[in-house]
């Protein structure tokens, strides 16, 4: 069975301050991707990595793919209340399907 | 992007009766349409893969009897919780994949919650 586990379940910073989210697996997939989610909706797709090594910015965050394509890791930098939610890694297996990480509850104080 | 619709939204029932949800692909056509499954604050979990035209293949530890998925058209697959109960009460939520080269992206419906009385 496939794990991805992602740490930390629970964060809670103040505005300003930088973070990073972290997805591990001993299984590799063929891509992984970065969501975000607000209470009572869908979770929206912010990135897809797809190549080891890979690091892709999306304004104050960047994503990067570990060579193996193994593990990927989320940071924020300057938090701000907006970036607010629950943020989730997913990987995509040979199959097609994607199997998420635990989820990580993000709460940024004014 | 792609735009994937669910009804209702969110849904309250008693004990014992059954609830269908859809779940569309509003511009595109998916030829796979993936339900799962949320409990509060914690991840996704997969129940089932549905392809048009095809018997849904479900997760193992879900009850195809109890979770009746359909996938008649491109656009449309549905997913039936017959004889809820409370603790079938979860946030829903479906995605679509399209067809074509490229297209291994899943888009996510807005989810539908289940309240089971």
Redesign the interface.
């Known amino acids: 069975t496939q794990l991805l586990e992602q740490s930390p379940q629970f964060l809670s910073i103040q505005e300003g301050e930088n973070l990073t989210v972290y997805c591990n697996s001993s299984s590799v997939f063929s891509s992984l991707q970065w969501y975000r989610q607000e209470p009572g909706e869908g979770p929206v797709l912010l990135v897809t990595v797809v190549t080891g090594g890979e690091v892709k910015k999306l304004k104050r965050l960047t994503f990067q793919f570990g060579d193996a394509r193994k593990d990927s890791s989320l940071h924020i930098t300057a938090a701000q209340p907006g970036d607010t939610g629950l943020y989730l890694c997913a990987g995509e297996n040979q199959g097609g399907k994607l199997i998420f990480g635990q989820g990580t509850e993000l709460s940024v104080k004014p | 992007g792609a735009v994937?619709s669910?009804h209702p939204s969110r849904v309250i029932c008693k004990s014992g009766t059954s609830v269908k949800i859809e779940c569309r692909s509003l511009d595109f056509q998916a030829t796979?349409m993936?339900w799962y499954r949320q409990f509060p604050?914690?991840?996704?979990?997969?129940m089932a893969?549905s392809n048009e035209g095809s018997k849904a293949t479900y997760e193992q530890g879900v009850e195809k009897d109890k979770f009746l998925i359909n996938h008649a058209s491109l656009t449309l697959s549905t997913l039936t919780v017959t004889s809820a109960h409370p603790e079938d009460s979860s946030?829903y939520?479906c995605?679509a994949?399209g067809l074509g080269e490229g297209s291994?992206?899943?888009?996510?419906?807005?989810?539908t919650?289940l309240t089971v009385l």
């Open positions: 994937v669910q796979t993936f604050k914690k991840s996704l979990m997969l893969t946030f939520i995605s994949r291994n992206e899943q888009f996510f419906g807005p989810g919650r």
